[in-house]
């Protein structure tokens, strides 16, 4: 496809449990990002890759929240032991990694929590 | 932290109205995004604005940077139902290398009655 795909595009788990969420960028986007976005806020940024180095995390909530990129094009963002105030949509974004490269953004997996 | 305030928060206006949008920070960034977004959609690049001062226009939408590279602003001429969604202003840090690790706003939900 042309665009970032993200799934699922819902999800709902029980207060505990783990979750993945995938996200596959545009084809020959160097760089990466996962954002999270509370209803009624703006997205906040968790974390970046480039390929696949992941060179900021400073944004992730918690220990509980871990993301990979393997081979530099897929990413999963995984959550362990979900809490309630994870629930969210979260969004994958990817673009050229050069200067002034628009930022592209799939539709989001929405995550609610029991 | 940088921070983007946006405001208002929420507005609502028949069409044919105009209005402006406005994203105010303390502090200085190397480029200001703005977007809009769909329900359950990610957020579409507008307009990327670089340099203070600079104002650019794309068809009944202007955006300006302020000279100090910490405000700007969104103006729409005569309104449609159309371009009702939430819009989003979002900074780049000034010296940052990711091209893609943004603050953004809270949004501002327009709605525009035929």
């Known amino acids: 496809g042309a665009g970032v795909s993200q799934s699922p595009r819902y999800k709902v788990a029980k207060r505990g449990q783990d979750v993945a969420l995938r996200c596959d960028p545009i084809?020959?986007?160097?760089?990466l990002f996962w954002y999270q976005q509370a209803l009624g806020q703006g997205p906040e940024f968790l974390t970046y890759f480039q390929n696949e180095a992941q060179l900021d995390k400073s944004g992730l909530p918690s220990d509980r929240f871990f993301a990979e990129r393997p081979e530099g094009s897929v990413s999963t963002l995984k959550i362990q032991r979900t809490q309630q105030e994870d629930s969210a949509v979260y969004l994958c974004?990817?673009?050229?990694?050069?200067?002034?490269?628009?930022?592209?953004f799939g539709n989001g997996t929405r995550l609610t929590v029991t | 932290t940088q921070l983007l305030e946006q405001s208002p928060q929420f507005l609502s206006i028949q069409e044919g109205e105009n209005l402006t949008v406005y994203c105010n920070s303390s502090?200085?960034?190397?480029?200001l995004q703005w977007y809009r977004q769909e329900p359950g959609e990610g957020p579409v690049l507008l307009v990327t604005?670089?340099?203070?001062?600079e104002v650019k226009k794309l068809k009944r939408l202007t955006f300006q940077f302020g000279d100090a590279r910490k405000d700007s602003s969104l103006h729409i001429t005569a309104a449609q139902p159309g371009d009702t969604g939430l819009y989003l202003c979002?900074?780049?840090?000034?010296?940052?290398?990711?091209?893609?690790?943004?603050?953004f706003g809270q949004g501002t939900i327009l709605t525009v009655h035929p």
């Open positions: 084809s020959g986007h160097v760089s």
């Open positions: 502090s200085v960034f190397s480029s």
């Open positions: 974004a990817s673009n050229m990694g050069v200067l002034q490269s628009p930022l592209h």
């Open positions: 604005v670089v340099t203070g001062g």
């Open positions: 979002a900074g780049a840090k000034a010296g940052g290398t990711s091209y893609g690790k943004l603050t």
